[in-house]
């Protein structure tokens, strides 16, 4: 069944204690008082925030109490300042990042003087105290100064407090105070980008598209949902009224690694790699003030070759092995590099022969397993060898001071060749591709300056990263061959794998309005996200699980374990199952509907008390099949019913 979740937070905080409310999205705000010298408010007076960069503003009037609002910013560099008959301007820089609150007050004088200070949203502490939530801000000067070895934006997640390696290859490998790994959420500019399988990022962007990102690992407000770890608010650039671009390129490169000490023992090369990351940004005005557009591309070249080292059975023991072992090396025969120094000896009883285990009589000596290695592609310090490409486009329309309309489209095509992983034949491996896209509409409308609404439809397509565990995807058909294997040793033998994941379809549809009225400003909105998996379950039994107890078993070409997986006709675990048998099919097409409701209060009781109440409503649908395959959505309820250690969603 769903899962209903329901929030009730009402949290009470001294000296402006206070949550930021944003329903997963990248804007900030900007509220303050307008005061004289002697901090008397002005009510009535004009406010204006103009942004530098793209000639657009907003105005707005404080209320009886002097202070003023803006709900739903963009990110970028503003000029703030307010005006009274009498009175001499005031005007303050401020800059808004994502998803942060900034609170600027300003003082009007009655000599002609203008105050010049500069206000930010995240690296000044002194005026976030709009902002009780625990996180960082991580600018465009920090992703590109502080070192990152792949330039991949979500390495950055480490410098944060409280942040540790997980060491269980998921999500991005990252667990933020205590949290798990998996428990986090990852925005990019509001849409959400999760790989919901593994919980990851979906899909990766070129670095220098970042205008910033901001890393929330604590005190979540009603308008946050999904997962409680941390959330990863990812920002991309955008045009300006300037034309301006860059061109660059990173390489890592063998010649400056050394080689490896097992490779200098078995008097093996060095392995040789090369990375190229190189790629471009240009953004600029279509329109100066209207319409500007951002593009940005990023290529990632890997080749990567060296020896790869392996133990395999000898042609000795395959001679003393029965004809049942033999056939498994017919079609991937053994290599032949063997090692005649790097060899282990044991006591085996010949395939035929008549052996007593106790007193050791007919067992004989022989050269066992042999060290080899094959020259092939592998991940040697660059990455795994790839060509992938990496591109966004941005488009940024102004339409008055009271609408920003945004369209930004990205795009991840990651091609992995296939790395050798086994020493026999370049058939069983099998080369991977990850191609994900993201398309997002985000509309910004102030119908008042008290009430303005942001409205966002998103559309994303993810088969995941091959760098990440659960984000691979084969280019080619697998050899359909057991999966051979000896208990407890480190022994190479010729063996298939499951195929695994495809491909997701999400769409996403948010909205969220803000309504300031006196002491109090409001915030409410939905979002409805609806999901089409289409996945290939990889799991034991796809295809044949063929493991030998030991080398004496090896030898007489007996399994202790063999399983693979049949059709199941409809029945449950502990039923029989007629003739003839066939395989089952491990394909799902899930479906997923996940609507969501919020409500929240900033309510500003006065300069050192702010009391902030909200409630949130979120449902986890329950996944059903279509057409044909709705029947196996119960039998895969019953099966869970009934095997509480069954993770699948069916059970053959």
């Given amino acids: 069944m769903g899962r209903y979740i329901c929030k009730a937070r009402l949290l009470l905080a001294a000296f402006l204690l206070s949550f930021p409310a944003f329903p997963q999205t990248f804007t900030g705000t900007v509220s303050g008082r307008v005061v004289d010298r002697e901090q008397l408010s002005f009510a009535g007076a004009s406010v204006t925030l103009h942004n530098v960069e793209k000639d657009f503003e907003r105005r707005t009037s404080t209320d009886a109490t002097g202070e ?34 900034v609170r600027a007050d300003l003082t009007l004088r009655i000599q002609p003087a203008r105050e010049e200070i500069k206000v930010l949203g ?70 959400e980008n999760n790989e919901i399988f593994m919980s990851a990022p979906a899909m990766d962007v070129p670095l220098d ?123 991937f025969p053994l290599p032949k590099n063997l090692s005649t120094t790097n060899v282990r000896n044991e006591f085996v009883c010949p395939y035929g022969f008549s052996c007593d285990p106790q007193s050791g009589g007919g067992l004989v000596s022989l050269p066992a397993f042999a060290f080899t290695s094959r020259i092939g592609p592998q991940d ?12 966004i486009g941005h488009v940024d329309w102004v339409h008055g001071s009271k609408t920003q309309a945004s369209v930004r489209y990205a795009i991840e095509n990651k091609d992995q060749f296939a790395v050798a992983y086994q020493p026999y034949s370049t058939e069983l491996d099998v080369p991977l591709y990850g191609h994900n896209q993201n398309v997002s509409i985000n509309v910004i409308h102030a119908y008042s300056p008290r009430f303005a609404t942001e409205s966002r439809i998103a559309y994303d397509r993810v088969t995941g990263d091959p760098e990440r565990f659960g984000g691979e995807g084969d280019s080619v058909p697998k050899p359909p061959i057991p999966s051979f294997s000896i208990l407890n040793e480190p022994i190479s033998l010729p063996g298939g794998s499951p195929d695994a994941f495809g491909p997701t379809n999400g769409y996403q549809f948010f909205q969220n309005n803000t309504y300031s009225v006196g002491k109090h400003v409001l915030r409410f909105g939905a979002q409805f996200v609806h999901l089409r998996q289409n996945y290939t379950f990889g799991i034991a039994g796809q295809i044949a699980d063929a493991q030998f107890a030991n080398t004496q078993g090896f030898v007489d070409g007996t399994v202790q374990l063999y399983s693979i997986a049949v059709d199941p006709k409809g029945h449950l675990p502990g039923e029989s199952i007629d003739p003839p048998f066939g395989p089952p099919n491990f394909t799902r097409h899930y479906h997923y509907n996940e609507p969501a409701l ?25 996944f059903h099949s279509p057409g044909s395959e709705e ?14 250690w069954c993770k699948w969603p069916t059970a053959e």
């Fill in 122 to 191: 995240e690296g000044a502490v002194s005026v976030q105290t709009e902002n009780a939530s625990l996180g960082q801000v991580i600018t465009p000067h920090e992703l590109t100064e502080l070192p990152s070895l792949g330039r991949s934006l979500y390495d950055f997640i480490a410098i944060m407090p409280g942040a540790t390696s997980s060491n269980d290859a998921l999500g991005v490998g990252v667990a933020v105070d205590g949290g798990r790994t998996q428990s986090a959420n990852y925005l990019l500019d509001g849409a």
């Fill in 209 to 331: 598209s970042i205008q910033e990102f901001k890393v929330q690992t604590n005190h979540f407000s009603a308008e946050y949902g999904r997962n409680s770890g941390f959330t990863v608010n990812i920002v991309t650039k955008s045009g300006t009224n300037t034309l301006h671009g860059s061109l660059y390129d990173y390489f890592r490169n063998s010649a400056f690694a050394a080689n490896t000490f097992d490779n200098n023992a078995h008097g093996l090369p060095r392995a040789v790699f090369n990375r190229h990351q190189f790629g471009g940004t240009i953004g600029g005005p279509v329109r100066k003030g209207k319409l500007f557009f951002f593009a940005s591309t990023e290529a990632i070249r890997v080749r990567s070759s060296g020896p790869n080292n392996f133990f395999v059975p000898t042609p000795q023991l395959l001679a003393a092995s029965s004809p049942g072992t033999q056939a498994i090396f017919e079609r």
């Fill in 68 to 101: 003023y609002h803006f709900q739903l910013i963009p990110p970028g560099t503003y000029r703030l300042k307010a005006e009274y008959p009498g009175f001499a301007r005031s005007e303050i820089n401020v800059e808004i990042v994502v998803a942060t609150s």
């Fill in 631 to 644: 029947v196996l959505d119960s039998i895969s309820i019953r099966v869970a019913e009934q095997i509480s």
């Fill in 380 to 391: 040697f310090g660059a990455g795994p060898p790839q060509n992938t490409i990496l591109t």
């Fill in 598 to 622: 919020f409500i929240a209060d900033t309510w500003r009781i006065n300069p050192r008390l702010t009391l902030t109440p909200g409630l949130r409503w979120e449902y986890f649908g329950v």
